[in-house]
Each structure stands twice: as C-alpha cells, then as structure tokens.
C-alpha cells in the first residue's frame, strides 16, 4: 500500500492515500526517537478502524439504522457497524487521489458517486496535511456536486496514545465544553446538560479515570492532552468549523485500552434525523449545489510545558 511520510523538525505523519487519506502514523521527535502520539496503525490496515485517525464525511459519527429524511427525500444507507448504524461517513473507506505532495505537506482529494446503499448525492472531500515545527495542520473540505441539496458533516477521528515516552505516564484531558449529550446507544435523547463528566473534562480528568463515548456541546479548541511524566503536552489550535466534541475513552473488565480519543466534529451524532425531528443546532450544513464546507483541526506540541 502507498503511503505519504511529512516530516519536520519535531513530526512525523504517516498517510494511507488508498485507506481514507488516513493517518498511520503521527510521531514526535525526541533524543533522536519518534514516539507516537497517536496510536499506529496495524501494520497492514485493511479497515479504517485501524489506523491512526481518519476522516469523516459526508456525516460524522452514527446515523441510526443508516436511515434518514431530508427535504422530503427518504434515504437508505447501508449499516457499517455491530449496532446496526452507518458510522463515520464513507470517505475513511476510499481511495483518495494525491494532487500536491511535499517534504511536510500533501493535498489529497476523492469523489464520490451515488450507488446502491451509498450516499445518494455526488460530492468531493480534499484534505490537506502539513506538519511545521511541532504544530501539525489540517483542512478537510466537502463540496455537493450534485443537482440538489444535501445534509453533510464533517469530522476527524484521532486515537491519542495513553502513554507517551514513559509507562508512568497517565494521560489528563482538559476540554472546556457545553456539557454532555444524554444518549442511548450513543445517539442522543435530549439537550446538553452539565454533569460530573463535563465538569472533570473542564477542570482536567486522567484519561484513566474516564469510561466515556458521548458527544459534548462546544468545539475542542484550547482543549489540551497532558503525558505528565514525559513532560510532553499537546495543545488544540484552531478547529474552525467544529461546534461538538465526541470523547471515546472505554474501559472494560480487561482495564483500559492503550489510546482514547478525542474528536473535533461539526455535527452532533444522529444529527441528521434528529434535525428531521425539529431539533435545533445539530450542526448539520444543507450544502447547495456547488457549495462547499471545511472543518479545521491543528495542534501544537510543547516537550517542556507538561508540569505548568
């Protein structure tokens, strides 16, 4: 499989052009190591739940039973996960095209056109990807090419690594937020509300201390990743476009996983039947004909900022 290797002085990230334009790999730079601060992916990722981080588009997260009405047009999706909902859009299964490519940047772009199961409007998704320095950049962009409006949403789906540098390391979060989205099955009953949840994502919680997957009200911008004992944090910049936060961070009899995740998006999880059924601010974009949409996601990396 074909992959895109960035690298500045501080970052290195792996792309799959034929798996989603997904991230294999992200890696920072120190001692002359590179230590991954997202998970990596299987050596051999055949299914985007593999990998690193993926994209999501033309909608993020679920759509319960993959079935929805938009002005008026029935839609029938195909289910793609154990819970009988489409997840995660269908630009993470793709192959993407590279139109750009450079030391520290690519540009990558696919189309899509309706089928049997599939979304029923064409489109096109363009990423763009760069590292500099210890700030990693990206840009996802949905335009509808088709002859009438769609629903869409956009989102990035990263699995940060629990320990960094050092197996003393418990990774905190902080996310300021709006509150949590009561849900069942993780599609959600009722408006956001505080609760103890979004208080310790407030404050800043252990990663550990979570057994969370639910979407919170309010963008992850400013939010931080903290691996104390590798004296390492990460710092959220701009997620221009993202009005929720979906945080994944399970723990089972078996203990925790090694990653959790925390998810820029634009639009709330079943976003579409819940605007069918009169909600307000779902974060879903009718896109005319022609008409585009973006969703940003950057962050910087600070290797001697974990203790203030």
């Known amino acids: 499989m074909a992959i895109i290797v960035l690298e500045s002085s501080s970052l290195r990230a792996a792309v799959l052009p034929e798996l989603g334009a997904g991230v294999a790999d992200l890696s920072l730079r120190r001692d002359g190591d590179w230590w991954p ?14 990998l690193a981080c993926y994209l999501l588009a033309p909608w993020s997260n679920r759509i319960e039973a993959g079935v929805f009405e938009f002005a008026g047009r029935p839609v029938r999706l195909t289910p793609n996960w154990p819970d ?10 793709a192959s993407w095209q590279v139109e750009q490519r450079g030391p520290t940047s690519a540009v990558l772009r696919v189309r899509s056109e309706p089928g049997p199961g599939r ?3 064409a489109y096109e998704c363009r990423v763009r990807y760069e590292v500099a320095g210890e700030r990693f950049l990206s840009r996802l962009e949905l335009t509808n090419l088709d002859t009438s409006p769609m629903p869409a949403g956009l989102g990035y789906h990263p699995f940060f690594a629990r320990v960094l540098r050092s197996t003393a390391d418990r990774a905190h979060i902080r996310l300021a937020n709006g509150g949590r989205f009561p849900a069942e099955g993780m599609l959600p009953t009722g ?3 505080e609760d103890e949840h979004s208080r310790a994502l407030a404050s800043g919680v252990s990663a550990d201390d ?5 979407v919170f009200l309010g963008s992850p911008e400013g939010a931080e990743i903290r691996w104390p004992a590798s004296g ?6 701009s997620c221009e476009g993202a009005g929720f936060s979906v945080v994944y961070a399970p723990r089972g009899p078996a203990g925790a ?3 959790f995740c925390l998810e820029p998006v634009s639009m709330l999880n079943n976003g579409f039947n819940l605007m069918a059924r009169g909600w307000s601010g779902t ?3 009718r896109l005319a004909p022609g008409e585009s949409m973006s969703l940003a996601w950057t962050f910087g990396v600070d290797q001697a900022g974990a203790g203030r």
């Open 119 to 121: 979304w029923p409007w």
């Open 232 to 237: 390492t944090v990460l710092r959220f910049g």
């Open 210 to 214: 979570l057994n969370l997957d639910d």
């Open 37 to 50: 601060l997202l998970r990596r992916a299987h050596p051999r990722p055949s299914h985007f739940n593999q």
């Open 257 to 259: 996983p090694p990653f």
């Open 191 to 193: 408006p956001a509300r």
């Open 283 to 285: 974060g879903v974009r």
């Open 84 to 93: 009988g909902t489409a997840i995660h859009g269908e630009v993470c299964s």
